[in-house]
């Protein structure tokens, strides 16, 4: 999103330096596998190409999810994973006058916000009453819903794609949605969710289900052949944890294990406590720890938001213990390192509460919360 | 991505249509622009008054009033929309056609003979500001200096809108501002005006590279108690609150907040900071070049203590050469020429992160014996690059935040802007207990339980 909005050119977006992968032996080989033969050791490029190997490693990520609506393979509608899809999107969306951006997750907000910094009038349908709430509890979607508004977006709510039309070259010229408004537009963002991208192993004999089925230590039901990152399902998820994570550290953390396993030290694999984070256009989120979007039985939570209504933090407890297992901080930042120790060993809320300011990671002179937030625990609690 | 179009705009060349306000800041900056360019063809000469205020006042309210307008004009947030499809801000021709602009400038300020500047119309320009001020005519340094404290303040109130969602950018860029309207014009100007040495607080040895050499001790000390004091505060800056304040806050303590180099490259540069390289290559040359310039302004105050005490009798002449060589190659072709005219072409810190023995000095103390440090959050970085792609000294920033690793850098100037626009939280600049507990280097993903290092 920031190459699209200028705030970056592609080479800046490389996690290293081009000389990095020959100075580390690794040959970097830019193709596309059409096929994967594990009887006998092989991938087929789609140049023909074949290449033997040892050990394999699949992280292929994920795909975008369509979902069989007419129209959905226009030109002009996409969804945005890869680079090849911002280039289609910067092709696409040159002088063009309006956009739809369908779905509301982390990826359409993102969508959104790069139209915007276009210029281009977007309208965003999502099916849920509230942004991303089945995520997120009810306060912070509401912040959300607000937060999008104020960017000037046409923002519907509860509203569904039915059909995507077509002008006479192919190209959309429109949606309509389930309640029969048509909208012209001339592009369309598809960002309902994303799925594990193992077409090209489908008929391998590698076993898969939604995603390349792996054991604990991450291998495929092939012997020397794993799988990490977006791409994998976990035949048995740790604890909390679910069996495809399409986020973006999943796939560092499983290359740690991966390698550590190649090398000879056979590893499971271990995420620690859940932690995540996206940025909806100004405000930036954090979470670590289980949050729910809806209260469960035997949880309580603190909930405080700053009068400027782009600040909250939440955080979830256990009713019996007291223990604290959640945190989601909006438009602050939280220190990683205490938040995972405050989850790991359970700390009582009134502990965490009280010592608020060594999570505290906003940058120095920031309007501290730690204040407030204690003013309303005694509140709640007194 | 293709390059779009053509805009001089500082801000947002695809900012939406303007409104009334905006337009009228751009029309008033037009037309007194032009208006200046007139009076410096000739008739400012004679009728100062006139083109300073309608013209040169004129334009400085006009794009104040345009910029104020355009940062108010969006919600509070990072605001880096288009820097890379504008032709300014990304070496484009306009970016080109600045830096040879700014570089000309500095060349003809350094070098050009006194004839062409003594009753230049440019000069006389600036007639009624000098003269109201501090009662005397104006001279080019005059202007040159006029010129470079209205930037850091124009640029700065713009800075200050751009980053307005950060408090930590807001004080830092009033403290640039403050320095370089006090220490480094008022209190000079006026020194000057009473007839004592032009001595500026803010700019200590070794980058005001003279003040300790034999002459200029001689010169202040024969000055009676002001010039005392001015050198005994000198050394006292150099030698004793640099290392303590540096072990306290890092060099940012300096550089990003009172000196006047890092302060025009935070405000009149921030549209250019993106141009840095981040390359491995440019750290190398980065450590050998500014290391040299300090040992070679370090060697020559030595030598010419060393001469002055002998009274010539080893080094001769040669000390007096390398002298002019240091003030002509480091002090000026560098420091001013390519430091500040290549603003568009290569970034705001070349001097800084090339050249400048003060922050070479700085750097060493951060890096060795400071609490500083800019912590990295966890495992929460996602590798998107902003952090590297803004860092105006050339620091690939990600390299550590996608390792969890905390940065502890030499050249860091404390700006902050790594963390101001990194969007998930992972970066913030800190001041530690000690010094001994800043880099962790433990390359595993945070939140990894199930991999460990082996011992």
């Not at chain 2, 609150?241 to 306290?248: C, N, R």
Request: some cysteine; hydrophobic content about 40%; proline content about 4%.
């Amino acid at each position: 999103m920031y190459i699209y909005m200028g705030h970056m050119k592609y080479e800046h977006t490389k996690p290293y330096e081009d000389w990095f992968w020959e100075k580390n032996r690794i040959n970097l080989k830019r193709a596309f596998v059409s096929k994967v033969e594990p009887d006998s050791n092989v991938v087929v490029l789609d140049s023909g190409e074949r290449l033997d190997y040892d050990e394999l490693i699949i992280a292929t990520g994920s795909a975008s999810n369509k979902f069989g609506w007419p129209g959905q393979d226009l030109k002009g509608v996409q969804g945005l994973y890869s680079f090849q899809d911002l280039e289609s999107m910067e092709a696409d969306t040159k002088g063009i006058e309006h956009a739809v951006v369908v779905g509301g997750g982390l990826i359409g907000i993102e969508m959104v916000e790069m139209l915007l910094s276009r210029q281009i009038p977007v309208t965003f349908l999502i099916r849920e009453n509230s942004f991303w709430n089945n995520v997120l509890p009810k306060e912070e979607s509401d912040m959300i819903n607000r937060h999008i508004r104020s960017h000037h977006v046409d923002f519907r709510l509860e509203t569904e794609l039915k059909e995507i039309l077509s002008d006479d070259n192919g190209t959309v010229r429109a949606v309509v949605t389930e309640n029969g408004d048509e909208i012209p537009c001339q592009f369309v963002g598809l960002t309902v969710g994303v799925h594990p991208n193992i077409g090209f192993i489908k008929d391998s004999g590698i076993e898969i289900d939604r995603g390349i089925l792996v054991d604990e230590c991450l291998r495929s039901n092939v012997n020397n052949i794993y799988a990490l990152g977006d791409c994998v399902q976990l035949r048995s998820p740790v604890k909390n944890r679910r069996a495809i994570e399409p986020v973006w550290y999943t796939g560092k953390m499983m290359g740690e294990t991966v390698a550590a396993t190649i090398c000879g030290q056979t590893t499971e694999y271990n995420p620690g406590i859940w932690f995540n984070s996206a940025k909806f256009f100004d405000i930036e989120y954090q979470t670590y720890g289980y949050v729910s979007a809806r209260p469960k039985e035997g949880e309580e939570c603190l909930y405080w938001e700053a009068e400027d209504g782009v600040r909250s933090l939440r955080i979830v407890y256990e009713t019996a213990t007291k223990g604290v297992i959640g945190f989601n901080a909006f438009g602050i930042r939280l220190r990683h390192q205490v938040c995972d120790e405050w989850l790991a060993n359970k700390t009582p809320i009134d502990v965490v509460v009280s010592n608020l300011q060594h999570a505290n990671f906003d940058p120095e002179f920031f309007k501290r919360f730690e204040y407030e937030v204690q003013s309303k625990f005694q509140a709640i609690t007194s | 991505m293709s390059k779009e179009g053509f805009s001089i705009s500082l801000a947002s060349p695809h900012a939406p249509d303007m409104d009334g306000i905006q337009k009228l800041g751009i029309a008033l900056f037009t037309l007194a622009f032009l208006f200046t360019l007139v009076g410096v063809f000739g008739p400012a000469a004679h009728n100062p008054d006139l083109f300073f205020y309608f013209g040169f006042v004129g334009s400085v309210i006009g794009l104040s009033i345009y910029t104020v307008r355009t940062f108010l004009n969006r919600p509070a947030g990072v605001q880096n929309n288009h820097i890379f499809t504008s032709s300014l801000t990304n070496r484009g021709l306009w970016g080109w056609a600045l830096g040879i602009f700014l570089t000309g400038f500095y060349v003809v300020l350094y070098w050009g003979s006194d004839d062409l500047w003594s009753g230049s119309p440019l000069v006389l320009l600036f007639d009624p500001i000098s003269r109201g001020l501090f009662n005397h005519p104006p001279d080019r340094w005059f202007l040159y200096s006029f010129i470079y404290t209205v930037s850091i303040l124009i640029m700065g109130v713009r800075a200050i809108l751009k980053y307005r969602h950060s408090n930590y950018q807001i004080i830092r860029t009033s403290s640039i501002m403050f320095f370089q309207l006090g220490f480094a014009f008022l209190i000079p100007q006026f020194l000057k005006a009473m007839s004592q040495p032009e001595y500026y607080f803010s700019y200590f040895w070794p980058l005001d590279y003279d003040i300790l050499f034999p002459n200029s001790v001689d010169a202040l000390l024969s000055n009676g108690a002001l010039g005392v004091w001015m050198l005994i505060i000198s050394a006292v800056l150099t030698f004793i609150a640099t290392p303590i304040l540096t072990y306290f806050f890092g060099k940012r303590w300096y550089c990003s907040w009172v000196c006047g180099c890092g302060g025009l490259a935070n405000t009149a540069g921030d549209p250019f900071r993106q141009l840095s390289d981040k390359s491995m290559k440019a750290w190398k040359i980065e450590r050998w070049l500014i290391h040299s310039v300090l040992l070679f302004i370090i060697g020559l105050t030595i030598l010419l203590w060393v001469n002055s005490y002998l009274e010539g009798g080893i080094f001769g002449s040669i000390s007096h050469s390398l002298t002019k060589v240091y003030a002509f190659l480091i002090g000026q072709a560098f420091a001013g020429v390519v430091g500040v005219g290549f603003y568009p072409l290569l970034g705001t810190r070349v001097w800084c992160r090339f050249g400048c023995p003060m922050a070479a000095y700085l750097g060493l103390l951060q890096k060795y014996f400071s609490r500083f440090r800019i912590t990295t959050n966890g495992g929460q970085c996602i590798s998107c690059g902003n952090c590297s792609t803004y860092c105006e000294m050339g620091i690939d920033v990600q390299s550590y935040a996608q390792r969890g690793e905390n940065v502890v850098r030499a050249s860091c100037v404390g700006c902050g802007i790594c963390s101001t626009v990194c969007p998930r939280g992972v970066l913030n600049l800190e001041n530690g207990s000690t010094h001994t507990d800043r880099q962790n280097n433990n390359p595993i993903t945070f939140g990894n339980d199930g991999v460990g290092l082996r011992e």
